[in-house]
């Protein structure tokens, strides 16, 4: 958790020279400029290099970054002992600092939604507290209820409680954390950057490692809700069974089912649903799954108390999940048998399992500034770096392998790196090579632990297609019997079924999910006609599969909700419900756009996609018009009652 940044201390200088050893070189030349004032290190031949795949360090010569090194230390030492920071560049000036970080030219429509992401700019930060004025007494008879407390529902709850609004969270789990509650496999750990990963209000200048394990991020949500005094807020183990708005009186009528399994109805005026996309876990609908006499669990439900050492196991799936856990459990078993339906493309991450050392968390804590912009060069890498490479160019002829020229570069660059890692097993490779685009599916981050697993001599991938499971194993197409101990569902969540199994019933008593009708939609993600008061965060179509993290989204999501309550209470109504054409042409838009892109193409099959075929869980646009779109809700897409 963030403390404060201490400025004054005794620090050695070897203490300091070893945590500029370990310093992200184009972050530590910006916050250079705001410790000392100094631009002159910031010339056009040592402008660092757009460097996705590399190192991080911009490619600068190594004289260029030994005199930043020297300059820094200098800077750092003065700082620490109490000189005066000089005037911080204006917005103007930090312009120039963006492109030199991001060793790119940033659009200019960037520019505004990366100084909030910076938040270096005075009152831009997102996560600030929101003004919200409203009557006393029209925010004192408001309550709202959030259907969830993972990262999301912790979230609106915070917003909720700076703008002095009553609420009350109610979660079917335990304790707090959403997913990284609930997914506990061995490898379990995030694969966007912790440092970007996290909060942009509450920055932990300790993540032990760049990708953090799932105890690090369930402890590191367990201390927002602790820090924010959330809990007293949250009914644990309390599950929602249905909710019905009343025309009458306009509120939602909430029926739980309390821990000792009795009901009770709950009254709130709004209702923020953030369950999320992936928490009910899918089992597949194989052949004689309940036949087997073994035994079998799926990833997000782990037996710890099943001990697979020296057990015959099979692991079905190769998704993020499996990806993670099977080279964890790979030494331990007698033998593993991993079923592939479709290989994963792997992004090439070095530092993916890499503690962050002692001088980078040093220097994060320690030196205004670089913490800001080592994340803002993080959002930046992974906010648009990829995403032109799996656009669909609607020109391209060539093979159904690939979208578009750049997307056919990137796999050729891909190929390569998979094909000499299974070096090992000759008749490997060729498995492991997705025939669909890169940017079908989501990509799993590499750095060579996956498929040196698969090396082993006790592990097995076949991608003959599963027949049936069989009271001893899983029969295969290609008529062979893999006797097994214990399989292990790595088969995902039912995603596109959202907030499946609770039942909503809106506006005249529609049921909302027989109004989807199998296909989940909303207005950008939060808002469906018929439900007024009603708002989904990471609802339909706000997934992203290569840019950008989560927590981003769901900071545009409650700034815009919180933004919805504020048109609602101030303008004295009683309810906010999206217009049914704003609803409809967004959504027409977002099928377009996800028709551009990689993972919306015909033969690309995903989680991404509903039982109609359609991409009902991402966003396919890039992250800045996310942002634009919900900074401020337009009261015009809505119908207000009174
Ligand atoms: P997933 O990506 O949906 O993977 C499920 C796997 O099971 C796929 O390989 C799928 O094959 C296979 N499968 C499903 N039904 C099958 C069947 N009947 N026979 C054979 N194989 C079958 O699920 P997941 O790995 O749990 O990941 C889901 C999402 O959760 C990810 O995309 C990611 O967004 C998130 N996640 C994130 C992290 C992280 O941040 N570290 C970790 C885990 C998960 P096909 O591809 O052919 O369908």
């Known amino acids: ?33 705001h410790l000392t004032g100094d631009r002159s290190h910031i010339k056009l031949e040592w402008k660092p290099t757009y460097d996705f795949f590399g190192d991080g360090q911009g490619g600068l010569p190594q004289s260029a970054v030994e005199e930043i090194r020297s300059k820094a230390f200098a800077a750092i030492k003065a700082h620490l002992s109490g000189q005066a920071m000089p005037d911080q560049p204006t917005e103007e000036n930090l312009r120039p600092l963006m492109d030199f970080v991001a060793g790119a030219e940033i659009p200019e429509r960037y520019v505004p939604f990366l100084l909030e992401e910076l938040s270096v700019a005075n009152g831009r930060e997102r996560g600030a507290p929101a003004p919200f004025d409203a009557p006393a007494d029209a925010k004192a008879g408001f309550k709202t209820l959030i259907i969830g407390s993972g990262m999301s529902g912790l979230l609106s709850a915070i917003h909720l409680q700076r703008a002095g609004l009553a609420f009350e969270i109610l979660d079917k789990n335990a304790d707090v954390g959403g997913t990284w509650f609930e997914n506990t496999y061995p490898g379990c750990r995030v694969d966007n950057p912790n440092h970007l990963y996290s909060y942009s209000f509450e920055p932990n200048y300790d993540w032990p490692f760049h990708y953090s394990t799932q105890d690090i991020l369930y402890q590191y949500f367990r201390n927002v809700a602790d820090k924010y005094n959330l809990r007293p807020h949250i009914r644990f183990s309390t599950e929602v069974i249905s909710s019905t708005f009343n025309e009458m009186t306009n509120d939602w009528h909430v029926i739980i089912k309390r821990p000792d399994g009795t009901r009770e109805t709950l009254v709130a005026n709004a209702v923020i649903c953030a369950v999320g996309q992936l928490n009910c876990p899918r089992l597949p609908d194989i052949d004689g799954r309940d036949s087997f006499m073994g035994t079998s669990f799926h990833s997000a439900r782990w037996r710890h108390d099943v001990d697979l050492t020296g057990k015959r196991v099979a692991v079905i799936g190769t998704g993020a999940s499996a990806f993670q856990f099977v080279p964890e459990i790979a030494p331990k078993v007698g033998h593993l048998t991993v079923f592939q339906r479709t290989p994963p493309w792997l992004g090439p991450t070095p530092n993916y399992h890499d503690k962050v050392s002692e001088g980078k968390k040093w220097l994060l804590r320690h030196v205004p500034y670089y913490e800001k912009w080592y994340r803002f060069w993080l959002f930046w890498m992974l906010t648009d770096g990829i995403y032109d490479y799996v656009k669909v160019d609607p020109n391209w002829t060539g093979p159904k392998t690939a979208v578009s020229e750049t997307n056919m570069l990137l796999r050729s660059m891909l190929e390569a790196l998979i094909v000499a890692q299974a070096g090992a097993k000759p008749d490997l490779a060729p498995k492991l090579v997705p025939q669909y685009p890169m940017g079908g599916k989501r990509s799993v981050r590499d750095n060579g632990v996956w498929i040196s697993a698969l090396c082993r001599d006790n592990v097995d991938l076949t991608d003959s297609p599963i027949k049936r499971i069989v009271p001893n194993g899983i029969e295969t197409a290609d008529g062979k019997i893999h006797e097994v101990d214990v399989i292990i569902y790595g088969t995902g969540f039912t995603a596109s079924d959202f907030l499946m199994p609770m039942k909503f019933s809106g506006r005249n008593g529609v049921d909302l999910h027989q109004q989807w009708d199998g296909d989940a939609r909303a207005y950008l993600g939060m808002t469906v006609p018929n439900f007024p008061n009603l708002f989904l965060l990471y609802g339909p179509n ?7 993290s989560i927590i981003f989204f769901s900071e545009c999501s409650v700034r815009y909700i919180m933004g919805c309550l504020k048109l609602l209470i101030q303008g004295g109504h009683k309810a906010i419900e999206c217009r049914q054409d704003v609803h409809d042409t967004f959504n027409a838009e977002v099928d377009a756009g996800n028709k551009l892109m990689a993972w919306g193409v015909e033969q690309v099959t995903s989680w991404y996609k509903n039982a109609r075929g359609r991409v009902s869980q991402n966003w396919p646009f890039p992250l800045v018009d996310y942002w634009t779109r919900t900074r401020t809700p337009a009261p015009g897409d809505f119908i207000f009652r009174d």
């Open 1 to 33: 958790m963030a403390a404060e940044n201490p400025v004054a201390g005794t620090w050695s200088d070897e203490t300091i020279k070893a945590a500029l050893a370990d310093a992200h070189i184009p972050s530590l030349m910006a916050a250079l400029v």
């Open 542 to 548: 706000t997934n992203i599969v290569v840019n950008g």
